[in-house]
């Protein structure tokens, strides 16, 4: 199980949600790029990065605040990003400028034909996000629930060659009130492509919980408020997660 550190941004600061509600910031940083070098040294293997201001404007915003915490990771892990990608330019953009992994949300929900050519055009780096409220996808920074059914909609997108699917429970998102294990199973039973946990990640026990359902097809997941809070110490547990994997692999079949 990979646990990916979070970091969001809102007007160049490193920030953390409550579901989803911009007006509900909380600035754990003013130094992204610094608070990336930070996971790393704790043991991060993945980031993830969101463009909030970008979500909630259809376009890139916090440009310089992305390319610093590039420049900081180097080659040294790879970093997915997602917030305002709503064309094949900015996409082009991103990849060529260090990003390895490209999220799109909302666009791929109004416009599924820019994530079929997205995945066409740069196989392997497109990752698509769906946010959910009670099954149904939300868009516009969660802004609007549609009546589209989650799982429905990874099968299809899961078709167009999509790399990964990212999960959130924006109900849980940004609250520490735990993950939602049925729902995020149910979607990686259905698919057999990856799904990414998102949303309510509080404390080791979530973890461990994730961990049991990572034969489901649940192979990371990420943090965000619990590990700047410090109910969740991130390296810690890394480790545990790596430990329960490693006993997994003893089980004989």
């Not at 404007?57 to 790879?78: C, H, L, Q, T, Y």
């Not at 609250?175 to 946990?197: D, K, W, Y």
């Not at 949303?199 to 990420?222: H, K, Q, S, Y």
């Amino acid at each position: 199980m990979l646990l990916i550190p979070a970091i969001d941004l809102k007007d160049g600061h490193c920030v953390r949600l409550k579901q989803g509600e911009m007006n509900e910031a909380t600035v754990f940083s003013e130094a992204p790029a610094d608070m990336a070098r930070h996971w790393i040294e704790q043991g991060a293997r993945r980031l993830h990065l969101v463009d909030l201001n970008g979500a909630f404007a259809g376009k890139p915003v916090n440009g310089k605040a992305i390319r610093a915490i590039v420049e900081e990771v180097g080659d040294d892990i790879p970093v997915q990003l997602g917030g305002g990608i709503r064309d094949l330019d900015t996409i082009e953009m991103y990849l060529d400028s260090g990003i390895s992994y490209v999220i799109i949300g909302t666009a791929a929900v109004k416009h599924p034909g820019l994530l079929h050519d997205a995945c066409g055009a740069f196989p392997g780096h497109i990752i698509v996000g769906l946010d959910a409220r009670d099954g149904k996808v939300a868009v516009d920074g969660w802004s609007k629930v549609t009546g589209h059914d989650v799982v429905d909609l990874a099968k299809k997108f899961e078709d167009y060659g999509v790399e990964a699917v990212i999960y959130t429970d924006i109900g849980r998102d940004g609250m520490l009130s735990g993950v939602n294990i049925e729902a995020t199973v149910r979607l990686a039973q259905a698919l057999h492509i990856p799904v990414i946990a998102s949303g309510g990640v509080a404390n080791l026990a979530d973890i461990e919980a994730l961990c049991a359902i990572e034969d489901e097809g649940v192979t990371a997941a990420i943090t965000g408020r619990a590990i700047y809070e410090g109910t969740l110490n991130f390296a810690e547990a890394q480790a545990k997660a790596d430990q329960l994997a490693a006993k997994g692999s003893d089980v004989p079949y």
